[in-house]
């Protein structure tokens, strides 16, 4: 079974700038989550979509979101970029229910100049 | 809050020997736990997991052991190899299928 695959695997962006990442999860699961990964913070939760909905949110600006497509296919967009956004984006799937576990993809490392 | 920079803990260990990674976790109302190996220019690759109904849970050459009075959990390794050499993270699930991770563990492997 193909794991979580994530494009791009490296972006340069500017301040000011949008960006748009996208995760196919592993075939059959329908949960898909975003976490951003940072030296300081550590890994943080951004949000969850099931069945196209999305079920949970962590804290970060609404400058930060996403959708989920029919296939489960996601994306994430950044809009307004800044020098902070500067992180890896690690994408998660599973099958979405409370004991099921996530498996995440290799993430799109950001750089914003 | 403000970001200080996360200082992890660095466990070294000699190729053959049992390593054993300790996590504290802050919810108590967390009942699934789960286990994370991530090695460099790699997302966190899934080791184990375990349930709140249990205390113990084995898997191939990995135990991990849950005391829900203290909040502890912990990862053992059993004949640590240099492919073991990692960040170890271990993570709480939430409500809402969020996962809240600790800061990490390192694991170096002397040969």
């Known amino acids: 079974k193909a794991g979580v695959t994530q494009t791009p695997r490296y972006l340069i962006k500017t301040r000011g700038q949008q960006v748009t990442l996208s995760c196919s999860p592993i075939s059959g699961h329908r949960s898909v989550s975003w976490y951003q990964q940072t030296p300081g913070q550590g890994l943080q939760f951004l949000f969850e979509y099931f069945s196209e909905t999305q079920r949970n949110k962590g804290n970060f600006p609404g400058r930060f979101s996403g959708r989920q497509f029919s296939n489960s296919r996601s994306e994430m967009n950044v809009s307004t970029l800044e020098l902070g956004d500067s992180a890896l984006y690690l994408c998660?799937?599973?099958?979405?229910?409370?004991?099921?576990?996530?498996?995440f993809g290799n993430g799109t490392r950001l750089t914003v100049t | 809050g403000e970001s200080v920079g996360l200082h992890l803990p660095t466990l070294s260990v000699q190729e053959g020997d049992n390593s054993i990674i300790n996590c504290a976790y802050s919810?108590?109302?967390?009942?699934?736990f789960i286990w994370y190996k991530q090695e460099s220019g790699k997302g966190p690759q899934f080791i184990i997991d375990?349930?709140?109904?249990?205390d113990k849970r084995q898997g191939q050459r990995v135990t991990v052991l849950l005391n829900k009075t203290v909040k502890h959990l912990s990862l053992q390794i059993a004949a640590t190899q240099p492919g073991d050499s990692a960040v170890y993270f271990c993570?709480?699930?939430?409500?809402?299928?969020?996962?809240?991770f600790g800061a990490g563990t390192i694991l170096r492997v002397k040969s």
């Open positions: 919810n108590s109302a967390s009942d699934y």
């Open positions: 998660a799937s599973s099958l979405g229910q409370a004991d099921s576990p996530l498996h």
């Open positions: 375990i349930r709140s109904n249990m």
């Open positions: 993570a709480e699930m939430e409500y809402g299928n969020k996962l809240v």
